[in-house]
């Protein structure tokens, strides 16, 4: 369903990020992320110059090539627009990335090692949508096995607990959906009765 209508209005600016997860002929992954970034309006700097209404003001992409227990094994990136020519140049740290699990902390560890002035904000952006594509791109390469084959790779050590469980409404302990899918997680509500 869409947004309902909305009032008279001007564009301002325009975010568009694509990523995609590929399997490879080797058997790893790759998530690629394309961002980009454009202007209702026409803009210049001292550094570019003109950039006309609709033209990249950002546009940056970033290859992740993942194993099956989602680390990095390689990372690029390439700028084609950027407002100052400094901004190619933190690229070559993400090399910094390898040896990363795109699981568990995976966002605070990514700015630990390519956050600040060593870095992009506009490629950690990029980077941090990429992360959920690479837990959808291994879930893919393991399909046509059990529901939950892909998911041990986010599991507890002693099993108590289900790693999606309590990570979204959906899946909250006492949704009908725990109860159907992961019944041994399901905890039913110890809230009063709402409807009544």
Same mark, same amino acid.
């Given at each position: 369903?869409?947004?309902?209508?909305?009032?008279?209005?001007?564009?301002?600016?325009?975010?568009?990020?694509?990523?995609?997860?590929?399997?490879?002929?080797?058997?790893?992954?790759?998530?690629?992320?394309?961002?980009?970034?454009?202007?209702?309006? =026409?803009?210049?700097?001292?550094? *570019?110059? +003109?950039? #006309?209404?609709? /033209?990249?003001?950002?546009?940056?992409?970033? &290859?992740?090539?993942? =194993?099956?227990?989602?680390?990095? *094994?390689? +990372?690029? #990136?390439?700028? /084609?627009?950027?407002?100052?020519?400094?901004? &190619?140049?933190?690229?070559?740290?993400?090399?910094?990335?390898?040896?990363?699990?795109?699981?568990?902390?995976?966002?605070?560890?990514?700015?630990? &090692?390519?956050?600040?002035?060593?870095?992009?904000?506009?490629?950690?952006?990029?980077?941090?949508?990429?992360?959920?594509?690479?837990?959808?791109?291994?879930?893919?390469?393991?399909?046509?096995?059990?529901?939950?084959?892909?998911?041990?790779?986010?599991?507890?050590?002693?099993?108590?607990?289900?790693?999606?469980?309590?990570?979204?409404?959906?899946?909250?302990?006492?949704?009908?959906?725990?109860?159907?899918?992961?019944?041994?997680?399901?905890?039913?509500?110890?809230?009063?009765?709402?409807?009544?």
């Amino acid at each position: 369903m869409p947004l309902p209508d909305a009032r008279p209005r001007e564009l301002l600016t325009r975010r568009s990020i694509t990523c995609n997860g590929y399997l490879r002929d080797d058997g790893l992954m790759d998530v690629e992320g394309h961002l980009v970034d454009a202007r209702g309006y =026409d803009t210049r700097n001292d550094w *570019r110059g +003109a950039v #006309a209404k609709g /033209d990249p003001v950002h546009e940056m992409w970033v &290859r992740l090539t993942i =194993d099956d227990q989602l680390v990095i *094994r390689a +990372a690029t #990136a390439a700028t /084609d627009a950027s407002p100052y020519p400094r901004c &190619r140049e933190p690229l070559s740290k993400l090399e910094r990335l390898v040896g990363l699990s795109v699981a568990g902390g995976f966002k605070k560890h990514v700015r630990s &090692r390519i956050g600040g002035t060593e870095g992009c904000t506009h490629v950690l952006a990029l980077i941090e949508a990429m992360s959920n594509v690479a837990v959808h791109a291994l879930a893919g390469k393991r399909r046509g096995q059990d529901r939950d084959s892909m998911l041990s790779t986010y599991g507890t050590r002693d099993g108590s607990t289900h790693p999606l469980v309590n990570t979204c409404h959906s899946y909250a302990a006492d949704s009908p959906i725990v109860a159907k899918m992961w019944p041994a997680h399901y905890r039913p509500s110890s809230k009063p009765d709402e409807t009544g």
